[in-house]
C-alpha cells in the first residue's frame, strides 16, 4: 500500500520536498499531497519589485499546478488550521482532516513584531504577492492625495527594518520616485524616505566595504539612513524612536523580522521560541515522522548559531527532506542536512547591488552583483521549471 506522504506549504520547503521526494519514489511507492494557502510558489525574492510595480506578477506567482504537472503529486489549495502529531492527521479550513505516514512542515515564517506597541496594527509587511501588490497600491495612492492635499504625512516613507527585505524594498522605491513623481507634477525633492535599522548598521553580515558601499549608494539618492535607534511604539501616523524623536507617516512598512508560525508552535512538536527543534536529518526533535523545512525550524551551524531564515537554506532543506523520506522508507541511512552557503546577494535598486558569493566570498558591488542576482534568480527557476511557466 502506497505511503501517505503530506506536505504543508507551497515555498521553496514545500515545493522542493515534494519534487526531491517524487524523483525517488514511484506513485505506486508513496502519494504525494501538496497543500498550500495560495494556487501559485511565490519568489519571495523579488516581492520588492513587485512592491513598485516594477516586475509583472507572473514572474512572482507561479501557478503551482504547472509547476507539478505530470509529477503525480496532488494539489491542494487550503488554509491549515491544525495539526496534531499524535493522530498523524493536520485539518484544513476547507477539506477537513487529513491523515499521513509522513508530513513536511514548511508553512513559512510570520512577521515578528516584538510586542511593540501599534507596530502591528498601524503597519504594513512585506511576506506575500498580496502584500506587495498592496504596498505597490498604497504608496501610489498616497503620492496621488499629496498632489492635491500637500499633507507631508503622504509624501513621507517609512521602512522599518535594514535587513535584507527592508534594503531591498527601500532601492527600489528610491529608484521609482522620480518617476512616480513626474507622472503626478510632484517635486521630488518633497518626498522623504526613510529606513529605520534598530542594529549598528543595515545588512548586518556583509564585509565592511560593501556596506559602506551600500550606504553610500542609497544616502547618494536621497534615503536617509537611520541606524542604531529601534522603533518604540506607532501611534496611529506617528512611528516613536528610542532616541526620542518621531516621524509622521501615512506609509509605514515593516520588514523588522521574522517569527515562528503559530500553527507549528501550538501543535505538539518540540518548538524554541516558536521555531520546530529539528536533529541532523530535519526530523522534529520530539515525533521522527514529521520532516521540517525553512523558516518553520530552527537549524543550527557549525559556531553553534542558527542560520538566518533565508530561500537558499529552505530550498537545500527540501531536497534533503526529500531524499530522507526515501531512505528513510528504504530503511537506508539518512543524509545529515549540510548547508552550504553559495553566497548572499542585496540589490539595492534597479541597477545597483552588493552580494558574496562562492566558498571564497567573493566581493561583488554593482553591475557585477546585479547581474549575479538575476543569474541566481533564473538559475532558482529553471532547477524548479519555473521559466516554462513564465513564459507560457
Known amino acids: ?118 507596530l502591528e496594527e498601524n503597519s504594513m509587511t512585506l511576506k506575500s504577492v498580496e502584500e506587495a501588490k498592496k504596498v505597490s497600491a498604497h504608496i501610489q495612492a498616497r503620492l496621488d492625495a499629496y498632489a492635491k492635499s500637500k499633507d507631508e504625512k503622504d509624501a513621507t516613507i517609512v521602512i522599518g527594518g535594514g535587513g535584507l527585505t527592508g534594503i531591498e524594498l527601500t532601492g527600489e522605491i528610491v529608484d521609482m520616485l522620480p518617476k512616480w513623481c513626474e507622472k503626478r507634477g510632484i517635486d521630488r525633492s518633497e518626498i522623504k524616505l526613510h529606513n529605520i535599522e534598530a542594529g549598528p548598521t543595515i545588512l548586518a553580515g556583509f564585509p565592511a566595504e560593501l556596506l559602506e558601499r551600500a550606504k553610500e549608494s542609497l544616502t547618494k539618492r536621497g534615503v536617509n539612513l537611520i541606524m542604531g535607534v529601534a522603533v518604540t511604539e506607532v501611534q496611529g501616523t506617528k512611528v516613536m524612536l528610542k532616541d526620542g524623536s518621531s516621524i509622521d507617516t501615512n506609509t509605514f512598512v515593516w520588514t523588522g523580522g521574522v517569527t515562528g508560525n503559530p500553527v507549528v508552535a501550538n501543535c505538539g512538536i518540540e518548538v524554541n521560541r516558536g521555531r520546530a527543534t529539528v536533529n541532523e536529518f530535519l526530523q522534529s526533535t520530539s515525533h521522527s515522522d514529521v520532516f521540517l523545512a525553512g523558516d518553520n525550524a530552527v537549524v543550527f551551524g557549525p559556531e553553534g548559531r542558527p542560520y538566518p531564515p533565508s530561500a537558499q537554506i529552505a530550498w537545500q532543506m527540501g531536497e534533503a527532506i526529500g531524499y530522507n523520506l526515501y531512505a528513510d522508507y528504504k530503511g537506508i541511512p539518512l543524509q545529515s542536512f549540510q548547508f552550504v552557503n553559495s553566497g548572499v546577494l542585496a540589490s539595492l535598486g534597479r541597477k545597483d547591488a552588493i552580494g558574496t558569493v562562492g566558498a571564497s566570498q567573493l566581493r561583488l558591488r554593482g553591475l557585477s552583483a546585479t547581474l549575479m542576482k538575476e543569474a541566481s534568480n533564473v538559475r532558482y527557476l529553471q532547477h524548479v521549471n519555473g521559466l516554462s511557466s513564465i513564459l507560457h
Do not use: C
Not at 506549504?9 to 515545493?15: Q, T
Not at 517524487?22 to 506513485?27: E, I, L, N, S, V
Open 1 to 118: 500500500m502506497a505511503k501517505q506522504i503530506l506536505i504543508l506549504g507551497g515555498g521553496y520547503g514545500g515545493l522542493l520536498s515534494a519534487l526531491t521526494a517524487r524523483k525517488y519514489f514511484t506513485p505506486q511507492e508513496a502519494e504525494i499531497t501538496l497543500v498550500n494557502r495560495v494556487p501559485y510558489h511565490q519568489i519571495v525574492t523579488e516581492l520588492h519589485r513587485l512592491a513598485v510595480s516594477g516586475l509583472n506578477e507572473g514572474n512572482v506567482a507561479l501557478p503551482l499546478n504547472k509547476l507539478l504537472k505530470n509529477k503525480s503529486i496532488q494539489l491542494i489549495i487550503d488554509n491549515v488550521e491544525n495539526i496534531d502529531p499524535e493522530k498523524k492527521q493536520v485539518r484544513l479550513l476547507a477539506s477537513g482532516n487529513l491523515g499521513y505516514d509522513k508530513l513536511v512542515v514548511a508553512l513559512g515564517g510570520e512577521t515578528a513584531f516584538f510586542g511593540i506597541p501599534g
